[in-house]
């Protein structure tokens, strides 16, 4: 509904209201559905770095409060200098040359773009694009690089100790190598003692000794080669179950 008013010069100006000297409002009317949005974006904005021949995988979160998707596009942008974009991928249809390494799919508020056997020229900025019925258009970017560092591995002992009871404090953790007590000082260990990287302790003992109000009890763990640096015939991550239970002293 429109509304006006007449100046002191005999004007009609739409959409104020009559008001006292000096007043201005403007009313604004909204429909119900006529500007109801689509949202789109990725879990996280920061690059995405993936090895050379290996599979990368887009995913975004989609909002479309209530609307139906006619169109979802995928395109990847490279960085500069050349600033080239091309079209990748569409869904529901195919794209006009398509790349059997590049697949696309809707699964319920997730759309999906995967890329495998990537290469140099797979690195650039991706582009997702929703167009619902009424050709509104929403998208969302991430940049995605070539991984040039290889992960760091660490391998860890764990010393798990159920909490089958209650008890008023923590248990004490103490780790012995080959016999040998260590500490912070000779060996790295967690914040809370539970956990020990061996990357720098030699040894093919590993024992876990956990004290508390409810008593002692001794995990061992033996290794068939000795751990030096990243080459240890050990698993990344090894719980030390309360093996050999030992009474209180």
Not at 54 to 70: A, C, F, H, P
Not at 167 to 196: H, Y
Not at 226 to 233: H, T, Y
Request: glycine fraction near 6%.
């Amino acid at each position: 509904m429109r509304t006006s008013s007449k100046t002191s010069r005999g004007r009609y100006i739409m959409g104020i209201l009559p008001l006292s000297v000096g007043s201005i409002c403007i009313v604004q009317v909204l429909l119900a559905g006529q500007h109801q949005c689509t949202s789109i974006q990725f879990s996280s904005q920061k690059p995405l770095y993936v090895a050379l021949d290996q599979t990368l995988v887009l995913e975004s979160k989609i909002n479309t409060t209530g609307r139906s998707v006619s169109t979802v596009t995928w395109e990847r942008q490279t960085e500069e200098p050349t600033n080239t974009r091309v079209r990748i991928a569409e869904f529901p249809s195919g794209t006009s040359s398509p790349d059997p390494r590049i697949t696309v799919a809707v699964e319920g508020p997730y759309l999906r773009l995967r890329v495998t056997k990537f290469r140099k020229e797979d690195c650039g900025i991706y582009t997702v694009r929703v167009t619902d019925n009424d050709g509104n258009e929403e998208s969302t970017q991430r940049t995605v690089r070539e991984a040039e560092v290889v992960p760091k591995v660490s391998i860890s002992l764990l010393c798990d100790v159920s909490s089958e009871r209650e008890q008023w404090d923590s248990p004490a953790f103490q780790w012995l190598v080959d016999g040998e007590a260590v500490s912070n000082q000779t060996a790295n260990l967690s914040a809370d003692g539970r956990q020990l990287f061996p990357g720098g302790t030699r040894g093919r003992n590993y024992t876990c000794v956990v004290t508390s109000s409810q008593g002692r009890s001794i995990a061992q763990y033996m290794t068939s080669d000795v751990i030096s640096g990243s080459k240890a015939n050990v698993p990344m991550s090894v719980s030390l179950k309360n093996l050999d239970p030992v009474s209180p002293t």
